[in-house]
């Protein structure tokens, strides 16, 4: 019989929670393949559990993930564990388990720590759904658009740049919408912040520690945006009294829309 692929999910600081379940599974597997296999030594020492780990980073995964899969074939539990949370969330794994599907092998998750998860849990912002956008391109204002919604935002950031990842929040969405800092989650220092865009750099100023350790940043829900045919709309009512130029530039301060797209509208309907 081939083997089992347990996704399992770690502490994201305190080794305390560490569920049974999960340290039942670490203990049984065959193979912990890990994402580092000297973090999990950590762990994994701490619950007394000695296994044969396995390398499966973000370098290797491909070449690694083949292995384990004839491990798998063979019989093998593999256990999959990141540096700290859930797998495959922001984090490597994914290719593995998409490899496991497609060969038709078992795929068992254990759910437990995740930062994105437990910092949106602290923020208190009330939304029946909301983006996970993991961390940012290296140029943080690539992509903001996205966040331009009536929903809250996840970010993971690192602490070199999380001053100028709030920078651009703050110069993109404006010193009102806000914004969650959640730093060493489960940690000693752990220090969670709910603030106006406006106040997050002196904030992170506030103390050399500030910018330092793991950070979670929760941006607000915007306000929703109109729909195109909204847009063109107040466009219409616009054109009646004001040349096209204005009546796209005011249309897009009341819509959000592209001032540019209901320029080009207003000036085809002129026609």
Known sequence: ?????????TPIGNLADSSPRSIEILRAADIVACEDTRTSHTLLAHHGIAARTVALHAHNEREAGEKLLRALRNGSNVALVSDAGTPGIS?????LVAAAHREGL???PLPGPNAAVAAYSAAGFVSDRFLFAGFLPAKGNKGLDAFDGPWPVILYEAPHRVLDTVQALLTRFGPARELVIARELSKKFEEIARMALADAPAWLAAGPHRQQGEFVLVLGPGEERRTTADAERVLG???EALPAAEAAKLAAKITGAPRKELYALAVKRAK
């Open 237 to 239: 009512l616009l054109l």
């Open 1 to 9: 019989m081939p083997g089992t692929l347990y996704v399992v999910a």
């Open 106 to 108: 078992r795929v068992v």
């Open 91 to 95: 984090d490597p794994g994914a290719l």
